[in-house]
């Protein structure tokens, strides 16, 4: 999606701001005070561990998630973004339809259209005139009057690219839905050669699945398009991130808001590696702490056990068990207290998630071969069963942070554990 402000861009300097976003999802926070900026010409990598909401955050940034009217006056954008990811999705547009579509081009265009209706009907109307200059003046920012002369120009760029002089092997009236896997990526690289006319592109691990000759081509746009534009790219590829960007946004999934770092995406890995050792360094610390204190309290209760009954005449023996008990008890209190420190020292040194496990069950009966899957009640994903057989096609859909990825990883662990008995 291409989120298009029409405002009066000449008069505004291209900027996104977010400003202590606070963001929640099923009732859990998953930003918390974050604040970032990108203006042109920058380019970041944004890193953080899986489920942080790297994807979430290119969303809100691009339009295609709405914040809370609450929240909306802490995102800032002014100028065009152009969000793309690494799907194509399902489409009955041609290509060169698809393409147009991408850019936003086609949705200005239909406003425009319906304006000139409107102005039909309403010809002294200067609030529609007003509306129709500004969308005039978007659409030919985002150079969509040369929209054709500009598919042909990354054509021939894309096809200089590479090797055989013919990267693009595709009709640009062809069905996007009839292109190949390897087709695909290559629109993707394309849409990216045509959005150097957005102020700001996000590009959320468009570099999946492409193969050693498309990864090629991908820094070549890259290094080409940062020259004007503003870019957040989201990648697990380290080679990629440390050539194209000395700037990481790392997205921390436990205070829930991003760190700058002036480094490369192989540094910060290595900084957060380094905290992650020493985290579980004290935890293993704060173990045998702990560890020891209960023993201490297992002798102590011990030893008062032993104590034998004074005679009652026996005075100083009275005494003497009065001054045991009483410096027991603090001592109790001491290694109480030490034991609650200790646990509160631990609890916060833990990661903020939680590890789900799902348990499977293959079955194969004479008549159906078929997977079934359950997770624990209240858990990520609540109580859930189904089966599988070789011919089915089933659509896994559900919210953000849900576990789509979570449960497929999962399956695809035990299936590689089992000989895979549908093949």
Same mark, same amino acid.
């Given at each position: 999606m291409t989120r298009?402000?029409?405002q009066e861009i000449n008069m505004m300097i291209p900027r996104i701001t977010i400003q202590n976003l606070n963001y929640e999802i099923n009732g859990q926070s998953l930003f918390d005070n974050l604040s970032l900026s990108l203006s042109q010409k920058e380019i970041?990598?944004?890193?953080? =561990?899986?489920?942080?909401? %790297?994807? $979430?955050?290119? #969303?809100?940034?691009?339009?295609? +998630?709405? $914040? =809370?009217?609450?929240?909306?006056?802490? $995102?800032? +954008?002014?100028?065009?973004?152009i969000y793309l990811n690494q799907e194509i999705g399902f489409s009955d547009y041609s290509v060169h339809?698809? @393409?147009?579509? %991408? @850019?936003?081009?086609?949705? &200005?265009?239909?406003?425009?259209?319906?304006l000139t209706e409107e102005m039909k009907k309403y010809p002294n109307n200067h609030n529609l005139l007003e509306q129709y200059g500004l969308l005039s003046e978007t659409f030919n920012n985002l150079d969509g009057y040369n929209f054709e002369s500009n598919l042909q120009k990354a054509i021939k760029l894309l096809n200089k690219y590479s090797a055989d002089n013919c990267y693009i092997d595709f009709d640009l009236n062809q069905n996007v839905n009839t292109l190949s896997g390897g087709q695909k990526q290559k629109l993707k690289l394309l849409l990216l050669t045509l959005s150097f006319n957005h102020d700001f592109v996000l590009m959320d691990e468009i570099d999946t699945q492409l193969d050693e000759q498309g990864i090629e081509v991908l820094m070549k746009i890259i290094n080409n398009i940062k020259k004007k534009v503003g870019t957040i790219v989201v990648t697990h590829n380290r080679d990629i991130a440390d050539q194209i960007s000395n700037t990481t946004l790392y997205l921390d999934p436990e205070k829930h808001?991003?760190?700058?770092?002036?480094?490369? @995406?192989?540094? $910060? &890995?290595? +900084?957060?590696? #380094?905290?992650?050792?020493?985290?579980?360094?004290q935890l293993a610390n704060l173990a045998r702490q702990h560890k020891e204190i209960k023993r201490e309290l297992s002798q102590l209760h011990q030893t008062s056990r032993k104590h034998q009954k004074p005679r009652d005449n026996d005075k100083l023996a009275r005494n003497f068990k009065q001054y045991q008990e009483e410096h027991n008890a603090r001592t109790r209190r001491h290694l109480q207290k030490a034991l609650e420190k200790i646990s509160k020292q631990k609890e916060g040194l833990k990661p903020d998630k939680k590890i789900y496990e799902i348990a499977f069950k293959f079955e194969q009966t004479p008549m159906r071969k078929k997977l079934v899957f359950s997770v624990p009640e209240d858990e990520l994903l609540s109580t859930a069963s189904g089966y599988m057989a070789p011919q089915d096609k089933i659509l896994l859909e559900g919210k953000n942070g849900a576990g789509k990825t979570y449960f497929l990883n999962k399956l695809f662990d035990e299936l590689i554990k089992k000989t895979p008995f549908w093949m």
């Open positions: 298009i402000e029409t970041k990598i944004l890193a953080g =561990p899986n489920g942080a909401g %790297k994807s $979430v955050l290119l #969303k809100i940034i691009s339009g295609n +998630i709405q $914040v =809370p009217e609450s929240e909306k006056n802490k $995102v800032q +954008i002014s100028g065009n973004v339809d698809w @393409l147009y579509t %991408k @850019l936003g081009l086609r949705e &200005i265009e239909e406003q425009m259209h319906k808001t991003t760190q700058e770092y002036n480094l490369t @995406l192989s540094e $910060v &890995i290595l +900084i957060k590696e #380094k905290e992650e050792q020493e985290r579980e360094a």
